[in-house]
C-alpha cells in the first residue's frame, strides 16, 4: 500500500464522453499507479443524487453533444459556488471543450439565451452561421519542453479575457478561432478545447498535472520518477510534423 492517494472525480462520464475522455482518466490513473502512488476514481453519472467534491483531489469535466451538455449543466448548476472553492483552494480540475466552456458563460448569439456556471471569467459565443475549428492542433506552453498536440472540434469562440492560456497556438484554430491562444490555466485549473485524448499523447502535460496535485496534497512533491515515454513521445512527434 502506497503512502499517497489521489482521488479522481470523473464527473457525468456516461453523458461526457463523446472525445475519448476515458482514456484521459485511465492515463492519469497509470501514470499514478507506476510511481506506487494509489489512485482512486471516482464516478460520477446521471444517476448519482449528490457527490461530495470536497472528496476529490482531480475532478474531470468533459465534453458531449448539445443535448448532454445541457443535462450536465443543469446538474452541476447547484454545484458552482463548490467547484469555485474547490479551484480557489488550489484543487485540480481539467475541463476539455465544452466542459471548459461551461464553466464561464455561454451565449447563444441566435436565440440570446446564456448559460454557465459563471464560475471563471470567460465568455464563450455560439452561432449556427460561425466556421467550426475542426482538426489537428499543436500549441507551445511555457514549462514543457515538447509542444501539446490533440485535436480540436468547436464551434464554440472562447474569449479567455486575462487569464494565462494553456499555450501560444502553433497550429490549428485556438480558444477564439483566431490561431493564438489555446484553452487556460489558473491556479490548478486547465481549460482546453484539445481532446482525442489529450493526456496519452501529451505525458509532459499529465505529468504537470499530476505534480501540481501531489504537491497541494501533501506538500513535500519536487519529482515525479521518469517513466519510459518513448512511444508517446513518437505519437507526439508524429502528430507535429503531419501535414
Given at each position: 500500500m502506497s503512502n499517497y492517494n489521489i482521488k479522481i472525480m470523473h464527473l457525468y462520464p456516461d453523458l461526457l464522453n463523446l472525445y475519448g475522455d476515458k482514456g484521459n482518466i485511465a492515463c492519469m490513473q497509470?501514470?499514478?499507479?507506476?510511481?506506487?502512488?494509489?489512485?482512486?476514481?471516482?464516478?460520477?453519472?446521471?444517476?448519482?443524487?449528490?457527490?461530495?467534491?470536497?472528496?476529490?483531489?482531480?475532478?474531470?469535466?468533459?465534453?458531449?453533444?448539445?443535448?448532454?451538455?445541457?443535462?450536465?449543466?443543469?446538474?452541476?448548476?447547484?454545484?458552482?459556488?463548490?467547484?469555485?472553492?474547490?479551484?480557489?483552494?488550489?484543487?485540480?480540475?481539467?475541463?476539455?471543450?465544452?466542459?471548459?466552456?461551461?464553466?464561464?458563460?455561454?451565449?447563444?448569439?441566435?436565440s440570446g439565451e446564456?448559460?454557465?456556471?459563471?464560475?471563471?471569467d470567460i465568455s464563450t459565443i455560439y452561432s449556427k452561421d460561425a466556421k467550426k475549428v475542426i482538426g489537428n492542433a499543436v500549441i507551445a506552453c511555457d514549462g514543457l519542453d515538447m509542444p501539446v498536440v490533440g485535436f480540436e472540434n468547436h464551434g464554440?469562440?472562447?474569449?479567455?479575457?486575462?487569464?494565462?492560456?494553456?499555450?501560444?497556438?502553433?497550429?490549428?484554430?485556438?480558444?477564439?478561432?483566431?490561431?493564438?491562444?489555446?484553452?487556460?490555466?489558473?491556479?490548478?485549473?486547465t481549460g482546453t478545447y484539445l481532446h482525442g485524448p489529450l493526456f496519452p499523447k501529451n505525458p509532459h502535460l499529465c505529468d504537470r498535472i499530476l505534480l501540481a496535485t501531489l504537491t497541494h496534497k501533501y506538500g513535500n512533491f519536487d519529482a515525479l520518477n521518469l517513466l519510459d515515454d518513448s512511444i508517446e513521445i513518437k505519437a507526439n512527434e508524429y502528430m507535429i510534423n503531419r501535414p
Open positions: 497509470k501514470r499514478l499507479e507506476w510511481r506506487n502512488i494509489d489512485a482512486e476514481v471516482i464516478r460520477v453519472i446521471a444517476e448519482t443524487d449528490d457527490f461530495d467534491i470536497s472528496s476529490a483531489d482531480i475532478i474531470f469535466l468533459g465534453g458531449g453533444a448539445e443535448r448532454e451538455n445541457k443535462i450536465v449543466y443543469e446538474k452541476l448548476k447547484s454545484k458552482s459556488a463548490e467547484l469555485s472553492g474547490f479551484i480557489e483552494n488550489g484543487g485540480t480540475l481539467v475541463a476539455m471543450c465544452d466542459g471548459f466552456a461551461m464553466l464561464g458563460s455561454c451565449v447563444n448569439a441566435d446564456t448559460e454557465g456556471l459563471g464560475i471563471i464554440g469562440m472562447t474569449d479567455i479575457k486575462n487569464h494565462t492560456p494553456l499555450g501560444k497556438v502553433i497550429k490549428g484554430g485556438g480558444a477564439d478561432g483566431k490561431g493564438e491562444f489555446e484553452g487556460i490555466v489558473y491556479k490548478n485549473l
